[in-house]
C-alpha cells in the first residue's frame, strides 16, 4: 500500500486529494511540526524536511506535487486524471500543473516570508504589494482561462484541477477576495462540493 505524508492546508492536500480521486490503496501519515509528530519519519525520506512525500509498495520514494501527481495519473488509468502517454490532453494537464507550481504557488511567497526578506517594515510592504498584482494577474489568467468550462483541461477532473483548487484557495489567507473572479469562483465552488474533496477536507480538519 502507498503512504503518503502530509501536513494540512499545505500544498500537500492537492496530492491528496488526488489520491482519493484516484481509488488506489495508501495510508495518509500526518506531519505537524508543532506537534512533533512523524517529523523524524519525514526528515528521514525528504532531507529537506518537507511535504508532500509518496512512498511506493516497492519503498521508493517521491518528492514533489508535479511528480507525485503524475504518478498517480499514471496508476489509475481508469479514473482518467491524466490522460495516456502521446495524447496532448496529458501535456495539457502537465502544462497546468507546471503553471501552479512554478507561477501561482510560488507567488505566495511574498507574503509568508516577506520578514525573512528583510527586516525594513516599509520595504516588507513593497514586497507584498508586488505580490499582491502578481497574484492578481494569474488568478485574471486562470479566471479566463476557465470560461464557462468545468474543468481545467478536459471534460473531466484531473491532477490539474486538484492542484489548482488547493493554490487558489490560499488567495483567501491574503484578503484577496475571488468573488470577482466569477468563473474561477464557480469552478472552486464545484470542485468543493467533490466527494474526495469533502473527505480530504475533513481529515484535514480532524
Known sequence: MLKFY??????????LIALEESGLPYTPIEV?????????????????????VLVTEKKEVLTQNTAILEYIGNHATSKKLLAPIGNIERSQTLSWVAFVA???????VPFF???AMTSDEKAQKEIETFAVKSVRDLLLHIDHSLGHKSYIVGDHFTVADAYLY????????VDIDLAEYKNLTRYRQAISERPAVIKITQLEEG
Do not use: H, M
Open 102 to 108: 512554478s507561477d501561482l504557488q510560488k507567488a505566495f
Open 6 to 15: 502530509y501536513s494540512s492546508s499545505t500544498c500537500s492536500t492537492a496530492s
Open 166 to 173: 488547493v493554490i487558489s484557495g490560499w488567495a483567501e489567507w
Open 32 to 52: 505537524s511540526w508543532k506537534r512533533e509528530l512523524n517529523v523524524e519519519e519525514l526528515n528521514s525520506l525528504n532531507p529537506l524536511g518537507a511535504v508532500p
Open 113 to 115: 516570508r516577506s520578514d
